[in-house]
């Protein structure tokens, strides 16, 4: 996957003239990688003995792939200390 999306970033800049940033070969990285990730998911929720590996994969995916609604809320005063000696 890495090899693959690194050879079109390539191929863009010396063919196409584009830019490559930071940004957006992160953001190329992580679509690739999800892409596998559900494509991985979807073939073990089809086979019948790796339904439930398949099935879980796909709600990971689904969750990871959420944005959060709020940032929860936590004060240092809630944070426990070490435990005393």
């Known amino acids: ?37 559900r494509a991985l998911a979807k073939r073990e929720w089809r086979n019948p003995r790796a339904m ?3 099935t879980r994969l796909l709600i990971c995916l689904d969750l990871f792939q959420q944005t959060p609604k709020e940032a929860p809320l936590y004060e240092a005063s809630h944070v426990p200390g070490p435990p005393s000696a």
């Open 1 to 37: 996957v890495c090899i693959t999306v690194l050879r079109l970033q390539r191929n863009r800049v010396v063919h196409q003239g584009n830019q490559v940033t930071t940004e957006s070969s992160a953001a190329a990285f992580q679509a690739a990688g999800l892409r596998q990730l």
């Open 52 to 54: 439930e590996q398949g």
